[in-house]
């Protein structure tokens, strides 16, 4: 195994990403698995953390087909897969009410989470994205497009462990890309951890309780 759990894929992970120590950033995780890895990352950097939540369009009665996405984030962004709209024959009506009901489960996921918290600005500061692990990288793809129109400095994508082909996938998405590790053959993320149980909804709370801003009222 590499990691031993995701708080020791954070530390390795955190270590890698020394070089920028004294830069502005804030540390963006995605739900939930990738939040106890970016808290060691916020913490060895002292940055702020923050969650992006990012929710799948799945087509009509094809749920698991994703046909867009919706990411929160300050104003909300919705992202459609026009070719794959058009191959699904989804409906302009179908997409939106999906569309609707992702993002009142997103609005409800930040409340559970973080409370009144806003989320945290990204202009001209470093922003480093960070999950427990790449496999398709489609969720994370998302994640950084919603990052690119926040308008940072630079975006970081922070990850353990991806396939090779993956990480080739993503081209200029990400201004620097640190994974540590790109085994073959890949199979699925948890194969790369020790214990790779759930992150539950209650860790992700205390994890955010702890790295809440000084004038937030902790969950």
């Known amino acids: 195994m590499l990691f031993r759990d995701r708080q ?23 739900p939930r698995g990738g ?4 808290a060691e990352i916020a913490d060895a950097l002292d940055a702020p953390l923050d969650l992006l939540l990012v929710r799948k369009i799945g087509a009509p009665g ?3 087909l994703g046909i867009g996405a919706v990411i929160d984030g300050g104003a909300p962004l919705v992202l459609r897969d026009e070719e794959l709209v058009r191959l699904t024959g989804a409906s302009d009506r179908a997409f939106e009410e999906t569309c609707r009901r992702e993002l009142a489960e997103i ?37 950084l497009e919603a990052v690119r129109r926040r308008h940072p400095r630079k975006i970081v994508m922070a990850i353990p462990v991806a396939p090779r082909s993956t990480l080739a996938s ?8 640190v994974c540590l590790e790109t085994p073959e053959p890949f199979g699925a ?9 759930p992150t539950e909804d209650v860790e992700v709370i205390s994890i955010m309780n702890k790295h809440a801003p000084s004038d937030a009222h902790p969950r």
Not at 35 to 38: G, I, K, Q, R, T
Not at 170 to 177: E, H, N, S, V
């Open 35 to 38: 939040v106890p890895v970016a």
């Open 62 to 64: 094809q749920p698991e």
């Open 107 to 143: 609005e409800r996921r930040r409340k559970y989470y973080l409370g009144n918290r806003k989320p945290e600005p990204l202009a001209d500061k470093t922003a480093i994205v960070v999950d427990d692990g790449l496999a398709t990288g489609n969720t994370m793809r998302v994640a």
């Open 8 to 30: 020791d894929a954070g530390k390795k992970l955190a270590a890698a990403l020394g070089y920028l120590k004294g830069e502005d950033c804030v540390v963006l995780a995605l």
């Open 189 to 197: 993320v948890g194969y790369f951890y020790s214990d790779f149980s």
């Open 170 to 177: 993503f081209g200029d998405q990400a201004d620097q890309i």
